[in-house]
């Protein structure tokens, strides 16, 4: 069973530092991996997406990069601003047998103090 | 607005009482999932339409829980006889193909 572990579970910083957001996965047979946003009582957004045969892809301040082999992933995000406060989480497809599911970490709660 | 659509946002009912919530896919999307999320954790996937077949379920759904999506474009979770366990957000997603999934805004169940 695909498990997915996001670390750490909450993160605060100041405005303006550049963080790292952690996910791995036990599985390495996965489809493509998701980064969401939520915020509090809403729905996800989706920040990007990666193939299982891409190692990275990048939107604006965001950078997630894959290493499919090893079971991780990472959301970089620059230069954090307060509205970036929010949920992120990580989620892995496995397509196979006809079973086609997202598994979703439980996230990291960040805070971008002003 | 062209996102998913879900109605209602917020439901409150009794233990044993029966509830039907609705979404509304982007239109294009042939594809259909309900997850629950529960506070504190992910979203869990329940099940998944292809067009109008729905194509897998969880062993979270239990018989109480059943989905439709009759032609193909919005679809209907019922969950019969509720218990307090229920009470979640519910949320739905959509795609093309096996394309990003957009998730709507979710509905909040809560059993008293």
């Known amino acids: 069973k695909q498990e997915v572990t996001q670390i750490p579970a909450a993160l605060s910083v100041p405005e303006g530092e550049n963080l790292v957001l952690n996910c791995s996965f036990t599985?390495?047979?996965?489809?493509?991996l998701q980064w969401f946003r939520q915020d509090p009582g809403k729905g996800l957004t989706s920040l990007l997406l990666i193939q299982s045969s891409q190692r990275e892809q990048t939107s604006g301040r965001l950078n997630a990069s894959l290493d499919k082999s090893s079971g991780r992933s990472t959301l970089y995000i620059a230069a954090s601003q307060p509205g970036d406060s929010a949920t992120y989480l990580c989620a892995v497809l496995i397509v196979r047998a006809g079973s086609y599911q997202l598994t979703f970490g439980k996230g990291t709660k960040l805070s971008v103090i002003p | 607005d062209t996102g998913v659509s879900q109605d209602p946002r917020h439901k409150i009912t009794k233990r044993g009482q029966n509830v039907t919530f609705r979404c509304d896919p982007i239109?294009?999307?042939?594809?259909l999932y309900w997850y629950r999320q529960t506070l504190g954790q992910g979203p869990e996937f329940l099940t998944y339409f292809q067009n109008e077949a729905q194509l897998e379920k969880s062993r979270l759904l239990s018989d109480r829980f059943s989905a439709e999506r009759p032609k193909g474009s919005f679809s209907t979770l019922e969950i019969q006889r509720t218990e307090q366990g229920d009470s979640a957000m519910y949320l739905c997603?959509?795609?093309?193909?096996?394309?990003?999934?957009?998730f709507g805004p979710g509905t909040r169940l809560t059993v008293l």
């Open positions: 997603a959509s795609s093309l193909g096996q394309d990003t999934q957009y």
């Open positions: 239109s294009e999307h042939n594809r």
């Open positions: 599985d390495s047979a996965i489809y493509n």
